[in-house]
């Protein structure tokens, strides 16, 4: 497989109050371009370490990421990061929350026109040009997600991160964004890696589900391919007997060899 | 009565209608009330629209909106309190008796108000005077020989209350803004960087408490060593003044401005950092937007802690404003000087709090968030 990125050897280590903790260790991965990979895990298992790796905004104290090609040192716009709490700016509007990217990322390539139509474009993308004067506090909760997605596609990254970017959304409202991801994912081929807690999410947009044991010194512990066909139907796959198939394995693997931490310990 | 009366009630048709038959019972007894004392009244008949007055305005006390009713019941124990304070400072004045005489009640502050107000007048009138006298005087030498020398000399009078008030508020103005210069950009950088604020820190809590008092002789004595000038633009007396409250004011400012920097939130400085915005980007579009509210609650302490300090370094640095007015009324000690410091008192108060609503006022128009209640 080519990978596009990779992880070797990547271990971290964090200084807290009481000495050093482990928190990964000889964490491997290779993501092919255009893949779209689930990292998923019981909580403080070190899902988001990784990713805020990935991201740069942590350094790994051991190995180190390749994207395309390249080691990755520090964060930056080919590897944006899709926040639980969607992190937009409240003084700015919707428009301009995409824009101050785009304007960064794009400086000297770019005319302000071509900006303009740029930004707008990605708004029409994930279906909120409607509200691209309104401010963040005005718009409901799935409004602001896709704010924050269309942010992060706007400035054309390698990578997409997000970090359980459904998370904090009613399950219709999480459905329709789901639905408008695999959309997205399918026209402009992004490579993706999502944290997620649910189960159902995870198969029905990954083609690879990573499965993380638990900390302290976490890392990887199953990677499942999910080979269902796409594009893939919310509906019809409930009753796939694959997409059930699936769903079993991740939740063996949550449930009965990893237990919570707690009951791990205990 | 009330609650079926009230506005909000009237959705539902059987209530209103009683509410309707209740009302217009009110407003007869009301006019029926009023009749019986215009009869009585028989010397001074009243006209039949001053008899619907009350019963009108009775009608759209109870419809008026919650909010106009809120107001309205605020405004009126504003206005209670104030009253009651002025008869208990009527009181307690008359039991106080100095070596200047009583000391001043409310009647003596107003009659000091228009005495003030006359010797502003007066003093009008005299520079306009002068002014028209050396016009005259050149007019005259001019007709007699156009090519002399014609100048007009400016008019030195003892300075006014009201031009007292303005000196003041340019010193205020005046270290008010020098102190933002550097409060703001520093508490800034204080703010970004823990080391800084680390090294910054023990100096601000040393000079924090100190008295501008303290400060006084030293800046006098600072000012006259560096501020020499041929035809200087300021009095160093209103350097030394503007510079101490400069001081004074500086910490609040650079206190609230470091802890609203610290505290933008850890997603969005993550934010600024994955699209990579440079340090003045950063600082303009993330930073200050979150941090105004402190800023600006950093800024009316300063300006506030400016105004007390100023009267008093006034009176020290012999500026001509209204510290000094009060240091002069008090050395003058004529049995009017307590009632005329009471009204620079009155007016110390009232212009300090316009200060702070014009502060109010510019962060309302500044922050983004025009939904925080701002008190």
Not at chain 1, 238 to 263: I, S, T
Not at chain 2, 25 to 31: F, G, I, L, P, R
Not at chain 2, 139 to 155: G, K
Request: glycine share 6%; proline share 6%.
């Amino acid at each position: 497989m080519q990978a596009y990125l990779e992880l070797c050897n990547v271990g971290i280590e964090f200084n807290t109050g009481s000495g050093p903790f482990r928190a990964l260790q000889q964490v491997n991965l290779k993501i092919a371009k255009g893949e779209f990979i689930s990292l998923i895990g019981h909580s403080g298992c070190g899902k988001s370490t990784v990713l805020n790796i990935v991201a740069g905004l942590y350094s790994a104290t051991e190995g180190g990421v390749i994207l395309d090609g390249r080691e990755i040192a520090g964060p930056g716009p080919d590897r944006a990061v899709v926040f639980q709490n969607h992190a937009l700016l409240p003084w700015l509007s919707v428009y301009e929350n995409v824009a101050l990217g785009v304007q960064q990322v794009f400086r000297g390539q770019k005319t302000r026109a071509e900006m303009r139509e740029w930004v707008e474009h990605h708004l029409e993308l994930v279906h909120i040009s409607h509200a691209r004067d309104k401010r963040p506090h005005e718009i409901s909760g799935g409004m602001k997600q896709r704010v924050g997605i269309a942010r992060c596609l706007a400035m054309q990254p390698k990578v997409l991160l997000m970090d359980e970017p459904f998370g904090a959304l009613d399950a219709l409202t999480r459905a329709h964004l789901q639905d408008s991801l695999m959309e997205i994912h399918a026209s402009l081929g992004t490579t993706v890696i999502m944290i997620t807690h649910d189960v159902d999410e995870a198969v029905l947009l990954s083609d690879r589900i990573v499965m993380m044991s638990n900390g302290p010194a976490a890392t990887i512990g199953e990677i499942m391919p999910v080979t269902l066909p796409r594009p893939r139907k919310r509906l019809a796959l409930a009753e796939d007997p694959d997409f059930v198939h699936a769903r079993q394995q991740v939740l063996q693997f949550l449930y009965d060899k990893h237990k919570f931490p707690g009951a791990a310990a205990a | 009565m009330n609650t079926l009366l009230s506005p909000t009630n009237h959705h539902d048709p059987r209530e209103q209608r009683m509410s309707e038959i209740l009302d217009k019972a009110a407003n007869d007894t009301v006019n029926d009330t009023v009749q019986t004392l215009t009869k009585r009244a028989d010397a001074n008949p009243q006209p039949a629209t001053a008899v619907s007055t009350p019963a009108t305005w009775r009608y759209h006390a109870w419809t008026l909106p919650a909010q106009a009713r809120r107001i309205l019941r605020n405004l009126s124990l504003s206005i209670t309190g104030v009253l009651v304070f002025v008869l208990l400072w009527q009181s307690a004045a008359s039991h106080i008796d100095t070596s200047l005489g009583q000391f001043p009640g409310p009647a003596q502050v107003v009659s000091q108000i228009g005495n003030l107000t006359r010797e502003y007048q007066q003093d009008q009138q005299r520079k306009a005077d002068f002014y028209a006298r050396q016009e005259a005087r050149n007019a005259q030498l001019l007709s007699a020989d156009p090519n002399a020398e014609v100048r007009i000399r400016p008019y030195t009078g003892r300075p006014t209350f009201p031009r007292q008030i303005l000196t003041s508020l340019t010193t205020v103005a005046f270290g008010f803004a020098l102190a933002m210069l550097v409060a703001i950009p520093l508490g800034i950088l204080c703010g970004l960087s823990e080391n800084l604020y680390s090294a910054v820190n023990p100096i601000i809590q040393l000079f924090k408490p100190v008295s501008p008092l303290a400060w006084l002789p030293l800046v006098t004595m600072v000012v006259s060593a560096l501020y020499i000038a041929e035809n200087p633009m300021f009095e160093k007396s209103f350097v030394t003044s503007a510079i101490t409250v400069a001081l004074c004011c500086l910490w609040p400012t650079v206190i609230n401005t470091t802890v609203g920097v610290a505290g933008v939130d850890k997603d969005l400085i993550n934010v600024s950092r994955v699209i990579g915005l440079p340090p003045h980007t950063h600082i303009w579009k993330i930073v200050l937007p979150s941090a105004i509210p402190l800023i600006f609650t950093g800024m009316r302490l300063s300006l506030a802690t400016g105004w007390m300090v100023l009267i008093a370094a006034e009176m020290l640095a012999q500026n001509p404003g209204l510290g000094k007015f009060i240091w002069d009324e008090f050395q003058n000690g004529s049995s009017d000087s307590l009632s005329r410091i009471m009204v620079a008192v009155m007016v110390i108060g009232l212009i300090g709090l316009i200060l702070d609503r014009l502060m109010l006022a510019l962060q309302r128009r500044v922050s983004w968030d025009k939904q925080t209640v701002l008190r």
